[in-house]
């Protein structure tokens, strides 16, 4: 099997994957509250889909921050998988521009401030290593081959001159 193809098969797994990571546990806090000398153990569970309908909500309340929130969770989630229709440069650009934000926000989700780190969570830090490597590696190919920064040719170029 020729490497190209098997890239695009590995990357197009890897974003389909991520996007399932959206309704998967992401990590889980625990907080003691001490109520009279009694303590109690709360675990909050973070999911994807939650931090999206906590967006959806602060946008209906007319907070701008939801907005922010929410293309951040679709760019975290989305991107690699919407980005599978277009041409290969345009989606390893795509790719290897959204991965450094969106690793940094799922690292955020996944290992500082919590208690446990979930199976959602460590798959789609892993995906976006996938994605990132995959995108890298075609951006890589295109350079090396001379067609990164080659424009395509017009298809009115020949009947302007007739």
């Not at 974003?15 to 399932?20: F, G, P, Q, V």
């Amino acid at each position: 099997m020729p490497f190209v193809p098997t890239v695009a098969l590995v990357k197009k797994f890897a974003a389909w994957l991520l996007a399932c990571c959206f309704v998967l546990p992401l990590s889980t806090c625990s907080q003691e509250a001490g109520v009279d000398q009694r303590l109690a153990v709360k675990e909050s569970t973070l999911y994807g889909f939650d931090k999206a309908r906590e967006a959806v909500g602060e946008i209906a309340a007319v907070n701008p921050e939801g907005a922010f929130t929410l293309l951040v969770v679709l760019c975290v989630f989305f991107v690699p998988a919407l980005s599978l229709r277009l041409g290969a440069k345009a989606q390893s650009l795509i790719c290897a521009i959204c991965a450094g934000p969106a690793c940094y926000v799922l690292f955020f989700w996944v290992f500082v401030f919590v208690t446990r780190r979930r199976f959602g969570g460590v798959l789609a830090i892993a995906c976006w290593a996938i994605v990132s490597i995959a995108s890298l590696t075609t951006l890589w190919k295109l350079w090396r081959g001379g067609q990164l920064f080659r424009k395509k040719a017009s298809r009115l170029t020949g009947a302007a001159r007739g």
